[in-house]
């Protein structure tokens, strides 16, 4: 197994599953509220604008001042963007694929 295959074990698989399953946007409220701390839904919140800025090609400091991660972490993101394992990218081209202007920059 790869290091880059090594964080996936069974109750990751199982997590992701049960993350399929959800049928509408209220179910997955539900589910990540009662998963999550505040802070990490705001944290992936977070992350998930900054890779739709990344994506529509704001500039670091401008990702910074509007959403308030640090460049630390946007340089982070953009390198799992550009060289992860493209679930970002999947994730934008769907929303886009689904809805034109769901892919548009964030408020």
């Given at each position: 197994m790869s290091s880059?295959?090594?964080?996936r074990n069974e109750e990751v698989d199982e997590l992701l599953a049960a993350v399929l399953r959800l049928e509408s946007a209220d179910e997955a409220s539900a589910?990540?509220?009662?998963l999550c701390t505040?802070?990490?839904l705001h944290d992936m919140a977070?992350?998930?604008a900054v890779v739709r800025l990344l994506d529509a090609g704001?500039?670091?400091a401008e990702?910074?001042?509007r959403t308030g991660a640090s460049t630390a972490t946007i340089t982070r993101i953009a390198q799992w963007l550009h060289h992860g394992e493209g679930g970002y990218a999947q994730a934008m081209e769907r929303?886009?694929?689904s809805n034109p202007t769901t892919?548009?920059?964030p408020r």
């Open positions: 880059m295959e090594a964080w589910f990540f509220r009662d505040l802070g990490e977070q992350r998930w704001m500039h670091y990702i910074s001042s929303l886009r694929s892919g548009d920059t």
